[in-house]
Structure formats: structure tokens, C-alpha cells
T-cell receptor
Framework: AQSVTQPDIHITVSEGASLELRCNYSYGATPYLFWYVQSPGQGLQLLLKYFSGDTLVQGIKGFEAEFKRSQSSFNLRKPSVHWSDAAEYFCAVGAGNNDMRFGAGTRLTVKP | DAGVIQSPRHEVTEMGQEVTLRCKPISGHDYLFWYRQTMMRGLELLIYFNNNVPIDDSGMPEDRFSAKMPNASFSTLKIQPSEPRDSAVYFC????????????FGDGTRLSIL
């Protein structure tokens, strides 16, 4: 079965700084990969997804992620973080068995 | 487009009481998922349905938990009797067919069992 690891539980960045959140997956075939964001008191909102094709995918709110098969990674990036980006971020991997596995999440704090 | 709608948003009740959480998926979606989120265990899949039929309920913690989907636009998650350790945020999500389709989440029900 597939699995996903988010190595960083909590990250703090200054407003305006760049951001990279790490995600590593385990799956034998090409996975379906997703990044979600969860603001306090809300559900998970889809930021972006990767199925195939261009390994650099663009999402909402200025986020992008790059699929690197050789590293089994799908890291999320943003060139300049805004205070409103403070939230919990979840990486998820799906497979052909209709199962989707979520990482434990990374909590982002943005310093003014 | 209306998203996934969950009710109630908050529920506080005493242990031993029956709790019913409700979910209306996005129209046309044929998969529906119930999750539980806690600080200790993160996001856990409890059960999911395809075309109103339960497919995998291996995540349901105990017999006290049950879920139904009587039609394509409504699902319930019931806990009877409830216990303090059931306190969590419960999310419903739905999606189209296809494992490459993203799940769309409701805003959750924050459940507190006293």
C-alpha cells in the first residue's frame, strides 16, 4: 500500500520569505499526488494535484509543487509567504485502489 | 457550486448519548468518505462509500460507530453510545470516480463528549 511522510511537523518562516514543505511517498507505480491546506476550524482545501505529465504543477494561492520520481518526493513551494498562509499543510498520495493516504501534516507559522 | 455540507458544526453532549453527524456530498460525486481528526492520531479514514454502498469500513474504531448512506445526497455517521475518547473533528469528503480525482472536504463537525 502507498504511504506518505512529511518530515517536518512545524515550520516557521518570515513573511516574504520563500517556503518549501517536504513530502516523500512510497508507492510502486506512478502515484496520484495532492497537497491540501487546512486553516483553523475549516476542512481541507485542495491546493494542487499531480497525475502525469509536467512534473512542476501550479496550484492556487501562488503555490507550486515538483514531482521528483528519483527522490520519491513532491515538495510544495511558494516564493514569498504571506501571513495568511499560516495553516496546516497535508500531502496525500492516491493509488488505483481508491485508497488515499494523508501525511501527518506540517504546521506553518509565519512571522511578521 | 455548493461544497460538501456537514451538520452540525459543533456538538457537545454527555457520554452515553447517541450522536449523529450528517453530510451532504457534492452533487454528482459518487464517492463519500468519513474521516476523524485528532491531535494524537491525525487524519484517519473511518469508512467510504461508492454509489451509496459501503466499500471499506476497516477504519471504524468500534461497533459503537456506524455509517449509512441511504441516497446519493445524504450520509450519516452515528456513535452510540458516545465516550469522551470519541471527541474529535469529523470530516466528510466526496469525489468523482477515478483514483486521480481529489477529495473535496466539508468544514467538519467538532464533537466534544463530556
Amino acid at each position: 500500500a502507498q504511504s506518505v511522510t512529511q518530515p517536518d511537523i512545524h515550520i516557521t518562516v518570515s513573511e516574504g520569505a520563500s517556503l518549501e514543505l517536504r513530502c516523500n511517498y512510497s508507492y510502486g507505480a506512478t502515484p496520484y499526488l495532492f497537497w491540501y491546506v487546512q486553516s483553523p476550524g475549516q476542512g481541507l482545501q485542495l491546493l494542487l494535484k499531480y497525475f502525469s505529465g509536467d512534473t512542476l504543477v501550479q496550484g492556487i494561492k501562488g503555490f507550486e509543487a515538483e514531482f521528483k520520481r528519483s527522490q520519491s518526493s513532491f515538495n510544495l513551494r511558494k516564493p514569498s509567504v504571506h501571513w495568511s498562509d499560516a495553516a496546516e499543510y497535508f500531502c496525500a498520495v492516491g493509488a488505483g485502489n481508491n485508497d488515499m493516504r494523508f501525511g501527518a501534516g506540517t504546521r506553518l507559522t509565519v512571522k511578521p | 457550486d455548493a461544497g460538501v455540507i456537514q451538520s452540525p458544526r459543533h456538538e457537545v453532549t454527555e457520554m452515553g448519548q447517541e450522536v449523529t453527524l450528517r453530510c451532504k456530498p457534492i452533487s454528482g460525486h459518487d464517492y463519500l468518505f468519513w474521516y476523524r481528526q485528532t491531535m494524537m492520531r491525525g487524519l484517519e479514514l473511518l469508512i467510504y462509500f461508492n454509489n451509496n454502498v459501503p466499500i471499506d469500513d476497516s477504519g471504524m474504531p468500534e461497533d459503537r460507530f456506524s455509517a449509512k448512506m441511504p441516497n446519493a445526497s445524504f450520509s450519516t455517521l452515528k456513535i452510540q453510545p458516545s465516550e469522551p475518547r470519541d471527541s474529535a473533528v469529523y470530516f466528510c469528503a466526496s469525489r468523482w470516480s477515478g483514483s486521480n480525482q481529489p477529495q473535496h472536504f466539508g468544514d467538519g463537525t467538532r464533537l466534544s463528549i463530556l
